[in-house]
């Protein structure tokens, strides 16, 4: 592979993995410009963490080429791990040790001496708001706050392109905002981050851009925004106040709208695609206003990156892709 140009943090071609009779990845293509972040999605058994583990050189590919700040993965893969944070599924912290311990030994690893490893140590616990607890046996830590200070531990050599590999898995909604945060902080000093998750609301708030992966295959790639107008309008919802209502709200939606209806019977929810936005919204209700019917709630959505997902792929992201 040429010099990776630049601008690009992350390159990746043709990536290929089979694990005996299955194919893991199928050709795999990525790139992320320098500063960016890239989500990387799919169901589990997609084949994102083998894509991570070929960038990160703790698995070799069967064919393909790749590189990571501009080291080959292949050719220097000591070059890569020099320059890169890795965060995996599960944060590698050893809970006999406080929190700074476990941050000093990394550093010390990578050849820190003992008062540059001490001061670095502090910085990060600080920086990910780990300091109160920081000399606290990592055991007595929640799911949160171990997956910040194994994430502080990922950037302890200052890596200019970090992997994180499905950052808030297990955590609480609260835990995952708060990742959320100290990932958005990261971004800000101008890290190069891969992203890989199966939560889409995580992707669509800190991907730059998303490339899909099903099956070992990348079958859609582009902004957040890109992709959610490949499948149309936004999304025109009523929900009626009796089911002898909905036949009537069907067919309004059906005039107004761009396409079928679909009803849930038991919510007496009524969708249907809409191009024209809020004036689809004003036109049905005036329509059923001027019948007497009775609309409970109504309601404009633009398509989601769940939306995206099942539009292509005919399934959830939480679901077991089959081998």
Do not use: C
């Not at 089979?18 to 990387?40: C, F, K, M, S, W």
């Not at 790749?66 to 590698?92: C, F, K, M, N, T």
Request: net charge negative.
């Amino acid at each position: 592979m040429a010099d990776t140009d630049k601008g690009v943090a992350v390159r990746a071609r043709g990536l290929v993995k089979n694990y005996g009779t299955t194919r893991a990845l199928d050709g795999v293509d990525l790139e992320i410009p320098t500063g960016q972040v890239l989500g990387l999605l799919g169901p589990n058994g997609a084949g994102k963490t083998t894509t991570v583990r070929i960038l990160t050189t703790l698995l070799l590919p069967d064919s393909g080429e790749a590189e990571v700040a501009r080291h080959d993965v292949l050719a220097d893969p000591d070059g890569v791990r020099r320059s890169i944070g890795l965060s995996g599924q599960y944060a590698a912290v050893d809970e006999n040790l406080t929190g700074f311990e476990n941050l000093y030994l990394v550093a010390r690893l990578y050849g820190q001496r003992k008062p540059q490893a001490r001061k670095r140590s502090r910085e990060l616990l600080a920086r990910f708001r780990l300091d109160e607890a920081a000399d606290r046996p990592a055991k007595g830590y929640s799911g949160g706050m171990r997956r910040r200070l194994d994430l502080a531990g990922a950037l302890v050599a200052e890596p200019s392109v970090v992997v994180l590999d499905e950052p808030t898995t297990g955590l609480d909604p609260r835990g995952r905002i708060e990742m959320w945060e100290v990932i958005e902080q990261l971004v800000a000093t101008g890290a190069t981050v891969l992203l890989t998750t199966q939560y889409l609301e995580e992707a669509d708030r800190l991907a730059d851009s998303v490339v899909v992966i099903d099956r070992g295959r990348v079958i859609a790639r582009g902004t957040p925004d890109e992709l959610k107008n490949q499948i149309g309008g936004e999304r025109l919802e009523l929900v009626m106040a009796t089911a002898d209502e909905v036949p009537l709200a069907v067919r309004v939606l059906g005039e107004v709208g761009s396409g079928e209806p679909t009803v849930d019977e038991r919510s007496r929810r009524v969708e249907v695609l809409v191009d024209t936005g809020t004036k689809a919204l004003v036109e049905a209700l005036r329509r059923l206003d001027a019948q007497d019917v009775v609309v409970q709630d109504a309601a404009l959505h633009r398509p989601t990156l769940d939306d995206v997902f099942l539009s292509l792929t005919g399934h959830g992201t939480t679901e077991e892709v089959p081998s």
